[in-house]
C-alpha cells in the first residue's frame, strides 16, 4: 500500500485512464506521418422545386431549382494506397462499377490532374443512397472524394478550386460544396449559396420504387412549352418567408418522368391520397424515381400492406448543412429508420 500513497498521481494515471497514453502516442505518430485514414460522409440531395426554364444550344436545358442536402447518406472510407500507382474501390451493393466509371475515382484522378498530387488511395463505399433516385447520391460521392484528396494533401486547394474543378465531373458536383442550401442555375453547376430557408428539424420520407428514370430518357420526352411558368424566384421568396407548401414544390421534369414510369405517376397520387394533410408536399426529385413527402417521416400504411409495394426503398431524412471549412457530418439522431432489404420493410431500433 505504501507505494500506492507515494505516487497517487501515476497510478490513477495508469488504473483509470490507460486510453490516454496511447491515443496521445497515436496522434504524434499521425502528426509524423500525416493523414492516413479518413472517414467521410456522403449525403444526397433532394430538389425542393425544380424549373426548366429553357433549351440551350449545346442540347442541354437550363434549370432554375432549390437543392438542399438531406441527412440519407453514404459512408466512404480513405486510407493511403501503399502503392502510387492505382486507387482500389470496393463496396457493399453489386453491380456499382470499381474502375473510372465510378465518380469516386474520376474525382481523384481529377485532383491528381488538378494539383499534381501522386497520392493513390484505398476507398470503401458503403452505400445507403439507392442509384437512379434523382437524389445525386453519385455526384455527392465525387465531391466527398475531392474534399478527401485535398485532406490528405494538406488542402492545396480552395473550396472554390474544388468546386469550379468538380463541374467537370457532372452537373450536381459543385452544389455539395455549397454548405448545403444553395439555388443553382445554368446546367445545375451555378452555384448561389443560401442560408437555409427550411427548418433543419422539418421530417420527409423518402419512397423509391425499384424501377429507375433515366435521365436522358426523362429530357427525351420533356417539352418546354409544358412546362411550369411560375418564376423560381418567386418561389424561393414564398418558401423563405411561409415554409414548404404543394404550390411551391413544382417539378418540370415530373410530367416526363411520368411518361417513361406511369407506376411513379399512380405513387406519387396514391400517397397524396393517402397521407390526409399528414404532407405538407407531395413531389418527386430531380428526374426521378424518388418521391419525397415533406412534414411526416413515415411512409402511407399501404406502402407496407401492398404486394406491389414489397420493393420499395423507403427512408425517412432531414434536412442538413454544413459549417464553414467542415465537411458534411450525419446527424445523431438519424438512424435510418426505414429501409429496404431482402424484399420486407424492417425497422432499425
Aim: charged content about 25%; glycine content about 8%.
Amino acid at each position: 500500500m505504501a507505494y500506492g500513497s507515494t505516487t497517487p498521481k501515476k497510478q490513477m494515471e495508469i488504473v483509470y485512464d490507460p486510453n490516454e497514453r496511447i491515443e496521445r502516442l497515436e496522434d504524434e505518430v499521425d502528426k509524423e506521418a500525416g493523414l492516413q485514414r479518413l472517414s467521410l460522409f456522403s449525403p444526397c440531395k433532394i430538389n425542393v422545386f425544380l424549373r426548366i426554364t429553357s433549351r440551350r444550344q449545346d442540347g442541354y436545358h437550363d434549370l432554375a431549382s432549390l437543392f438542399h442536402v438531406i441527412s440519407l447518406g453514404d459512408t466512404i472510407k480513405f486510407s493511403l494506397s501503399p502503392t502510387k500507382s492505382k486507387d482500389r474501390l470496393s463496396t457493399n451493393v453489386p453491380g456499382v462499377p470499381l474502375d473510372d466509371k465510378n465518380l469516386i475515382i474520376k474525382a481523384l484522378n481529377l485532383y491528381r490532374k488538378k494539383t499534381g498530387s501522386d497520392k493513390f488511395f484505398w476507398i470503401h463505399l458503403d452505400k445507403k443512397v439507392p442509384t437512379g433516385a434523382g437524389l445525386g447520391g453519385g455526384s455527392s460521392n465525387a465531391a466527398t472524394a475531392l474534399w478527401a484528396a485535398n485532406q490528405f494533401s494538406g488542402c492545396l486547394a480552395s473550396e472554390q478550386d474544388l468546386q469550379e474543378w468538380s463541374g467537370e465531373i457532372g452537373s450536381d458536383v459543385p452544389f455539395f460544396f455549397s454548405h448545403g442550401a444553395a439555388y443553382c442555375t445554368g446546367r445545375g453547376e451555378a452555384v448561389q449559396d443560401i442560408p437555409s430557408p427550411i427548418p433543419l428539424n422539418t421530417p420527409m420520407v423518402l419512397i423509391k420504387p425499384p424501377q429507375a428514370c433515366p435521365t436522358a430518357e426523362v429530357y427525351k420526352h420533356f417539352r418546354l412549352e409544358q412546362a411550369s411558368a411560375a418564376d423560381p424566384l418567386i418561389l424561393l421568396e414564398k418558401i423563405s418567408k411561409s415554409g414548404i407548401s404543394q404550390d411551391v414544390c413544382i417539378n418540370d421534369l415530373e410530367p416526363p418522368a411520368f411518361q417513361v414510369l406511369p407506376s411513379l405517376k399512380k405513387l406519387k397520387q396514391r400517397v397524396l391520397a393517402a397521407s390526409r394533410g399528414r404532407y405538407e408536399a407531395v413531389f418527386m426529385s430531380g428526374s426521378g424515381s424518388t418521391i419525397v413527402g415533406i412534414g411526416d417521416p413515415e411512409p402511407p400504411q399501404f406502402i407496407y400492406d401492398e404486394e406491389d409495394y414489397q420493393d420499395v426503398f423507403v427512408s425517412e431524412a432531414r434536412f442538413l448543412t454544413r459549417p464553414e471549412k467542415h465537411w458534411y457530418t450525419k446527424p445523431i439522431s438519424y438512424t435510418d429508420e426505414c429501409y429496404q432489404e431482402g424484399g420486407e420493410h424492417k425497422r432499425k431500433n
